[in-house]
């Protein structure tokens, strides 16, 4: 079975700077996706941003980007000159890429990410 | 722009008692979710659709029970409410397949239940 660890139950950043949150995970799949959602106050899970572990090439989205290492099976996620609106709860998600799967996300228990003015 | 919606978004119900959350999504989505969200655990999978009549169990199923007589509706029912299942309740669907435009998972806004 799959397993998803994210660390750092809270962090805190000032606006402007950047910061990282970590996750790890453990799978024998060769074929999956990662990705990280994020959850601010009004509960809805946005999606961020997707790595599919083919690809070794590091995912970006404008200030989001990941860094991906497949050997380490490390998914961190940076976001870059922090806004306020990026406070929000945020979950690292896998998924075994196979329709045996039923593409059933398993997700870590989230990190709460304050953005501080 | 319709979506996926979940009804209701707030219920309050006392021990012992049904309780019935509904999910609905406009995508004609093969596949459909259900999770919990707990404080301290992330959102565990409850359980999974693959099709219309088809239905499995995920990481913590056990007091819930699902159906999808319909593609695009699949409610979860709470037989006997317990205090252990006040939660966040979240419906996500994806389409088949894996290619990038396919393996996303969309959310519905979640159904908090407070069992009393």
């Known amino acids: 079975a799959q397993t998803v660890t994210q660390s750092q139950p809270e962090m805190s950043v000032q606006e402007a700077e950047t910061v990282t949150l970590s996750c790890t995970y453990d799978?024998?799949?060769?074929?999956?996706?990662l990705f990280w959602y994020k959850q601010p106050p009004s509960r809805q899970m946005i999606l961020v941003i997707r790595q599919e572990a083919y690809k070794q090439q590091n995912a970006t989205e404008n200030r989001f980007s990941v860094n991906f290492q497949k050997a380490a099976k490390s998914f961190s996620l940076k976001i870059s000159d922090s806004q306020l609106g990026d406070t929000a709860m945020y979950f690292c998600?896998?998924?075994?890429?196979?329709?045996?799967?039923?593409?059933?996300?398993?997700f870590g228990k989230g990190t709460l990410l304050t953005v501080n003015p | 722009d319709a979506g996926i919606t979940q009804s209701p978004r707030y219920k309050i119900t006392e021990t012992g008692r049904q309780v019935t959350l509904m999910c609905h999504q406009t995508w004609s989505h093969s596949y459909m979710f259900w999770y919990r969200q707990d404080l301290g655990h992330g959102l565990r999978l409850i359980y999974y659709?693959?099709?219309?009549?088809?239905?499995d169990k995920g990481e913590v199923p056990d007091g819930y029970v699902v159906s999808r007589s319909k593609t695009e509706n699949f409610p979860l029912t709470l037989e006997s409410a317990t205090r252990s299942q006040t939660s966040v309740y979240f419906c996500?669907?994806?389409?088949?397949?894996?290619?990038?435009?396919?393996?996303?998972?969309?959310f519905g806004p979640g159904t908090r239940l407070t069992v009393l």
């Open positions: 996500a669907s994806r389409p088949h397949g894996t290619r990038p435009s396919t393996d996303t998972q969309y």
């Open positions: 799978t024998s799949e060769n074929n999956y996706y």
């Open positions: 659709s693959a099709a219309a009549d088809i239905t």
């Open positions: 998600a896998f998924t075994d890429n196979s329709g045996g799967s039923n593409y059933k996300l398993t």
